[in-house]
Each structure stands twice: as structure tokens, then as C-alpha cells.
């Protein structure tokens, strides 16, 4: 039984300055909140920590390649707001990018989107 709820269950990252909205560009996030999302709900899971990615208009490959690191493991990003580039290329290791939930309370948008979200 608790296989079936793991697979079930979707590990999802939120940029977040204040631990309650998605209220962080992807470039300015120092750090990501992780939760887990499935049908039983939103637990939060951890933190982790990153360098930023946008530093005074310059993007530094390889701090990108740390944030894809730190987030292998989670199918979705949502952010305040997300250049093009980093959401291709957060789309080529597999993660999508949500930025529909500007400044939305956290846990009613993970649900929001969740419920939303195609059937696998």
C-alpha cells in the first residue's frame, strides 16, 4: 500500500521568499521548498539550498546546472516568473515550469494544478 501512495505522489519545488506564496523568480531564488503532492494532499518535504542563477543580468552556466541537480528528482517547478531559456532547459531534464500561480497561497495551487493536471 504505501508503494502505491509513493507512486502516486508528485515532487514538486516552489520558489518562495516567504514560505506561504510562489512569490520568487526562478532567478532569484536562493533556495527551493519541496513538497510532495498526490491525492491524499500537500506535505511540505525539505528545503534546499542553491546558489542564484541570475546574477546582475549574467547567467552563470554552471550555477543553472546546480539548480538541475538540486531538482532531478521533482517533476515540477513553480516560480513567480521564468525566462525562456531556463524553462527549456528545465524541460530537457524532464521538469516542467509552472508560472500560472504568481503570488498564489502555496498548498491551493499545488491542489489547483494537481487536480488540473492530464491523467497519467
Known amino acids: 500500500m504505501t508503494e502505491a501512495k509513493s507512486a502516486s505522489e508528485l515532487r514538486v519545488a516552489v520558489a518562495t ?31 534546499r539550498q542553491v546558489e ?35 524553462k527549456d532547459r528545465l524541460a530537457s531534464v524532464g521538469i516542467l515550469s509552472v508560472d500560472d500561480y504568481p503570488h498564489g497561497a502555496i498548498e491551493a495551487s499545488l491542489l489547483d494544478w494537481y487536480g488540473k493536471r492530464p491523467a497519467a
Open 17 to 47: 521568499k516567504d514560505g506561504q506564496q510562489i512569490d520568487l523568480h526562478f532567478g532569484h531564488a536562493d533556495d527551493f521548498a519541496i513538497y510532495l503532492l498526490g491525492p491524499e494532499g500537500v506535505r511540505f518535504s525539505e528545503n
Open 52 to 86: 542564484h542563477y541570475c546574477q546582475g543580468g549574467f547567467g552563470d552556466e554552471d550555477k543553472r546546472e546546480v539548480i538541475l541537480r538540486a531538482l532531478a528528482d521533482c517533476q515540477a517547478l513553480f516560480v513567480a516568473r521564468i525566462g525562456n531559456g531556463p
